[in-house]
Every structure is written in C-alpha cells, then in structure tokens.
T-cell receptor, first 113, second 115 residues
Framework: AQSVTQPDIHITVSEGASLELRCNYS??????LFWYVQSPGQGLQLLLK??????LVQGIKGFEAEFKRSQSSFNLRKPSVHWSDAAEYFC???????????FGTGTQLKVEL | NAGVTQTPKFQVLKTGQSMTLQCAQD?????MSWYRQDPGMGLRLIHY???????DQGEVPNGYNVSRSTTEDFPLRLLSAAPSQTSVYFC??????????????FGSGTRLTVV
C-alpha cells in the first residue's frame, strides 16, 4: 500500500540555521505529495504540494520541498529557521484511488534561540 | 468566513456512552473527512465523503458512523465509546478530492477522553 515514512521523530535546530525534514514515499507511480504543519493545539495547515512538473516546489512561510524519484523522497527545507517554525510537520501522500490522504507519523521541530 | 468548525472542543465520555462530534464548513467544499490523531501514529483516516449522500471508510472505521445529508455538515458518531477511542479528532474539508490537487482545510480539533 502507498505510504510515507518520516524517519525523524524529533529534530532540534538553532534559530537562523537551515532545516531539512525527511519524507520517503512508497508508491509505484508518480505520487501526489503534501507537507502540512501543526502548531500546538491547532489543526493542520497546508505548506505545499507536489503533483507534477517542477520537482522543486515552493510553499508558504519560506518553505520548499524537492521531489526526488531516484531516492523516493520529498524532503522539506527552509534556509533559515525562525523560532515561530517550532511545530509538528507531517508529510502525506494521496492514496485510495485519489480519494484519501495518508499521513506520516510526523516530525516534531524544536527551535533553540 | 468561519472555515471548518468542530464542536465540542473537549469531551469526556464514560465507556459505553454514545455521542456525535459535529463538523460544519461554510466553503461549499464537496470533500470532507475525519481523522484521529494519536501520539506517534500521525493522523489516521476514519471516514470520508466526496459529496452529499456519499461516504466511505478510511483505515480505522470500526466503532464510528458517519452520514452526509448536506454539503455543509459531516457528523461523526461514536455508537458505544471505548477507551481506545480516546484521541484528538480532526475534521478536514476541500473543494475536491486529494487526488485532484486540493489541499485540506482543517478544523481545530475535538479532544475526546473515554474513561
């Protein structure tokens, strides 16, 4: 079955440092992939998505992600992290013939000042 | 524009009780879904609907019922609550199915505890 794996449960970075959150997918064809962010006590917010075309996707809040078919990855990046980026980040893949969105287990980001 | 509204925000139930979690959206979205979020397990899909009158099961549907009589509302019913249903529940909606490119708008969640 199609799925995504987020290998890192927790990541800590210093404010101003660069960030890369990993997401690996398991899918035979070209997957449709999303990244969402969840601030404490909130629902999830869409950061960006990949369906086709350019493999480097720009999102909100200065985030970007790169689709790499050879590595089955869709890693999320930000060049300079702000303290307000501390949150939980979820990668997700479209499944169920296009009617379902399956989420990874999430990566909790802590930002040190 | 309220977006996706979930009620209640918090609920404590006794084992065996029933209740309905409410979800309403005012964006005329066709697609709606319910997820539960548990520590270390991410979000798991319970049920979803691609339009009024059409519902289908997700990966963890047991113990939950849904219906979609209007475009706006998608209630989730727990028929006989069990401690294993202690979780945070999220409703999400989008104007199209995920496979058509639509991102979800999430509600703020309902924290349910079953004792």
């Amino acid at each position: 079955a199609q799925s995504v794996t987020q290998p890192d449960i927790h990541i800590t970075v210093s404010e101003g440092a660069s960030l890369e959150l990993r997401c690996n997918y398991s899918y035979g064809a070209t997957p449709y992939l999303f990244w969402y962010v969840q601030s404490p006590g909130q629902g999830l917010q869409l950061l960006l998505k990949y369906f086709s075309g350019d493999t480097l996707v720009q999102g909100i809040k200065g985030f970007e992600a790169e689709f790499k078919r050879s590595q089955s990855s869709f890693n999320l990046r930000k060049p300079s992290v702000h303290w307000s980026d501390a949150a939980e980040y979820f990668c997700a893949v479209v499944t169920g013939g296009g009617n379902k969105l399956t989420f990874g287990t999430g990566t909790q980001l802590k930002v040190e000042l | 524009n309220a977006g996706v509204t979930q009620t209640p925000k918090f609920q404590v139930l006794k084992t065996g009780q029933s209740m309905t979690l409410q979800c309403a959206q005012d964006m005329n979205h066709e697609y709606m879904s319910w997820y539960r979020q548990d520590p270390g397990m991410g979000l798991r899909l319970i049920h979803y609907s691609v339009g009024a009158g059409i519902t289908d099961q997700g990966e963890v549907p047991n113990g939950y019922n849904v219906s979609r009589s209007t475009t706006e509302d998608f209630p989730l019913r727990l028929l006989s609550a069990a401690p294993s249903q202690t979780s945070v529940y999220f409703c999400a909606s989008s104007y199209q199915s995920p496979g058509q490119g639509a991102g979800y708008t999430f509600g703020s969640g309902t924290r349910l505890t079953v004792v």
